[in-house]
């Protein structure tokens, strides 16, 4: 019997509801503050006349000047296109698809059940607690029972929440986990407060993954380079899955500038200035009566709980002002995230709420 090209697809890829992306929901406005990115690009350099021969799979100045910036060694870094490639890929070297799981704790950051969907491999959900914490002895029941749980996604900060998983809660997971699953801390947000990484832990735990990005605090969205973090052991397993070419000519290029004394000189006044921004937003959004609460600020986002996030949303919206809606999300009804802009777009979301 002939089939639709859509029949022609594998059962789990028809049934695939694609990540909605602050890109594809898109929205009419002139001051985007949806996707957690930088106001502003820096300029790089190009040097094209390489460009006619195939890339260095890790490009090794990118590599090693990453490892720098991290206080690590050059074997414990992989570079990736986008850390959504590295989260992909660590799904992909340690599940078997049907038989092996994944677990986080909602809400958090989206691509880890679309990359476990993806991949075919099954995913264990768990509420944190009413701080956003992990629900440490709960995750610890969900690890002893039904499918194996080869890899457990804690996000830190946390998108959208801002919250930074605690220490003291990730040490006993850590423990409990070593020698049956790995765990991985997204660290997307890390540059807004470098003292919070975990990356020292790598030493005691080898099952310990950080996956890094320069789209967040080094204001490179569009470039896509991500990096993980990991024992030797763990980076050998994820290159023999990526794949040869992964990182164009260009980006190393752009990449290894912004890991530069520079670039990283670049990166850490931008952050004290979006910090400093933040602080000030912040401390205007706790005197308005329209914010119930507010959350973590530890990325370059504040979310807080309005008496109406629809409300809020579809004003800011009128203003041309494109913020995330988080109100369908679990334990965030009339929540709403707000990017940190420049000086000129956090004033454009005062004005609203201050007419609101
Ligand atoms: C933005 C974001 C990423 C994506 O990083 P890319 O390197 O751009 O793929 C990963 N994790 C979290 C939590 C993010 O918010």
Redesign the pocket.
Known sequence: MSKTLTQLACQRVQALTPYLSARRIGGKGHVFLN??EAPKAEQYELDCSRLNRYPECQPPEVIRRYAAYAGLTADQVLVS???????ELLIRTFCEPGEEEILFCPP??G?YSISAETCGVGMRTLPPLPDFQPDVPAILAELSRGKPIKVLFF?SP??PTGTLVAREKLIPILEATAGKSIVVV?E??IEFCPEASMVDLIRHYPHLVI??????GFAL?GL???FTLANPEVINLLLKVIAPYPIPEPVAQIAAQALSPEGLDTMRSRVAWLNRLKAELKAELAQQPCVQSLFDDH?NFLLARFDSGSALFAAMVDAGIILRDFGSKPMLENCVRITIGDEAEMAAVLDVLKRL
């Not at 296109?81 to 989260?87: M, Y």
Request: proline share 0%; charged share 25%; aromatic share 6%.
């Open positions: 996707a957690n296109r986008g850390s959504d490639e590295a989260i958090t950051y691509m996000c946390n998108n997204d997307a947000y996956t890094r990005t320069l789209s967040k969205a896509r380079c991500g990325g």
